[in-house]
């Protein structure tokens, strides 16, 4: 698991068919001070978080393509947590 902050949003308008319908998020991960640290991802949100949400995502490849019903599917990244507050 891994923090990361909700930058924007993602629109295709070709994509993966194990994507369709999904609601794409570009999160930039968050390190041990919750500073912001290596490059943003997308990940799939059935939440839906906002931009500037802090939330917690999975990189379990497995249970994300379990997620969108799909062994062939290349999400890797998915939201599993919506963050109401970080403590210090």
């Known amino acids: 698991m891994q923090l990361g902050k ?5 629109t295709a308008t070709l ?3 194990s994507m369709v319908g999904w609601r794409l998020v570009i999160v930039q991960l968050l390190g041990v001070e919750k500073q912001p640290e290596g490059d943003p991802v997308i ?3 059935k939440l839906g978080s906002a931009t500037g ?3 917690v995502l999975n990189c379990d490849g497995k249970a994300a393509r379990e997620l969108v019903g ?3 599917s290349p999400v890797r990244w998915f939201v599993i947590a919506i963050v109401d507050e970080i403590g210090k």
């Open 70 to 72: 799909d062994d062939k």
């Open 15 to 17: 994509k993966h068919p």
């Open 43 to 45: 990940a799939v949100d």
């Open 53 to 55: 949400q802090v939330v």
């Open 6 to 10: 909700v930058i924007g949003h993602a």
